[in-house]
């Protein structure tokens, strides 16, 4: 962060954190450079399938993703416009769970009719767009091989 403190010092100095969205993992949701998200810090709670969490992944990369999968002792976790899915995720990593957004200039609570539709859309079609994501990377690299020469 600009002011020289960790994400998990702010949040335990202020309980929420307000940032723009790097990457595009999160498409069509947040995105780059446009878009805004606030975490408040996670507290003793379990997150639930569906919740968009921020942690940190070592040494010193911090992640914005779903939680796609709740199991005893951890998560599976997936990006809404990513393939592969993270495993391991544990309670520990997770420093803070998505509560709103801002888009267009208007700020949305993840409580938002629409946002839940749209959350609920993303966890009921993983498979299939995950898949068919798979299968557009395949083609693109084939004809790039075919075209260019390419390996």
Do not use: W
Not at 18 to 25: A, D, E, I, K, L
Not at 28 to 33: E, K, S, W, Y
Not at 72 to 90: H, Q, S, T, W
């Amino acid at each position: 962060m600009k002011n020289g403190m960790s994400y998990e010092e702010y949040l335990e100095k202020h309980g929420t954190l307000t940032y723009t969205n790097v990457g595009v993992s999160m498409l069509p949701l947040l995105r780059q450079g446009r878009d805004l998200f606030t975490v408040k810090k996670k507290g003793s709670k379990r997150c639930r399938r569906g919740d968009v969490v921020l942690y940190r992944r070592p040494p010193d990369k911090y992640v914005l993703h779903r939680v796609i999968e709740t199991r005893p002792e951890d998560y599976v976790i997936l990006g809404d416009n990513c393939v592969k899915k993270e495993y391991g995720i544990r309670d520990s990593d997770i420093i803070g769970v998505m509560i709103g957004y801002v888009r267009n200039g208007k700020e949305r609570s993840v409580n938002f009719l629409p946002y839940r539709l749209y959350s609920g859309f993303i966890l009921c079609t993983v498979g299939p767009r995950t898949l068919l994501k798979r299968i557009k990377m395949r083609t693109r690299s084939a004809v790039k091989r075919i075209v260019y020469g390419k390996k």
